[in-house]
């Protein structure tokens, strides 16, 4: 059950905001997000863990939703560095199972 | 501080053609390792996870395999490639606790090209 992000691909104007949002139809016990630049491999960015926590980094921040089943992830005062493809992975139990399920991938263009 | 290390970094393979791809993690020990896939313009698709030498889970049924002969060193292999079998084939790993709350760090990758 791969969950479901959205939008599919975005284009931005420096110092723009954008929201990628991450939803799934079974209940979650965590969230990862991940930016991958082209032909490279994903770069880790931030774990939510259930309880509705909000994490930040720099000016990127995501939220977790457990009872909706979802997270988003915001950028704000976009940068050129920010462009790529943002994906979700969620983790549906404590034990170890061993997986994330990843989504579909967003693609994100910040341009000049 | 740990690394990971995957290669080679691209293959260009006919059909019906054998595969080794390897993968080592350095500075750190017991890791959860993983096998991912990923199509052109795609997602990650997981294809095996181990969490120990010996210890492998199979996600989806195809044509290739993983083994684990060393703590640190997770192999995808195939007798015989298909087309199907083309992409990026990243390999991961994490700490030994619980996927849900253990961050997977991701090797550089191998792309592989099958004609």
């Known amino acids: 059950q791969q969950p479901v992000q959205s939008p599919q691909a975005v284009i931005l104007r420096e110092g723009e905001d954008a929201v990628i949002n991450c939803s799934s139809s079974?209940?979650?016990?965590?969230v990862h997000w991940y930016r991958q630049k082209h032909g490279e491999a994903p770069i880790f960015l931030m774990i939510?863990?259930?309880?509705?926590e909000q994490k930040g980094h720099d000016k990127i921040s995501a939220s977790f939703n457990e009872k909706k089943q979802q997270s988003s992830l915001y950028l704000t005062a976009s940068q050129l560095s920010y462009s790529g493809t943002y994906f979700c992975?969620?983790?549906?139990?404590?034990?170890?199972?061993?997986?994330?399920?990843f989504g579909q991938g967003t693609t994100l263009q910040v341009k000049p | 501080s740990q690394t990971i290390h995957q290669w080679p970094a691209t293959l260009v393979q006919p059909v019906g053609s054998p595969l080794s791809l390897e993968c080592t993690v350095e500075g750190t020990s017991n890791p959860n390792l993983y096998w991912y896939r990923q199509a052109a313009g795609r997602g990650l698709q997981l294809l095996f996870y181990?969490?120990?030498?010996?210890?492998i889970s199979s996600e989806v049924p195809q044509n290739l395999s993983a083994s684990r002969p060393q703590d640190r060193q997770f192999i995808l292999s195939s007798k015989k490639l298909l087309l199907s079998d083309s992409g990026f084939y990243l390999c991961a790993w994490s700490g030994q606790g619980p996927a849900s709350w253990e961050t997977q760090y991701f090797g550089p990758g191998t792309r592989l090209l099958v004609l």
């Open positions: 939510l863990l259930k309880g509705g």
């Open positions: 079974k209940a979650l016990y965590s």
């Open positions: 992975g969620t983790g549906r139990g404590s034990s170890n199972t061993g997986k994330l399920i």
């Open positions: 181990s969490v120990g030498i010996g210890q």
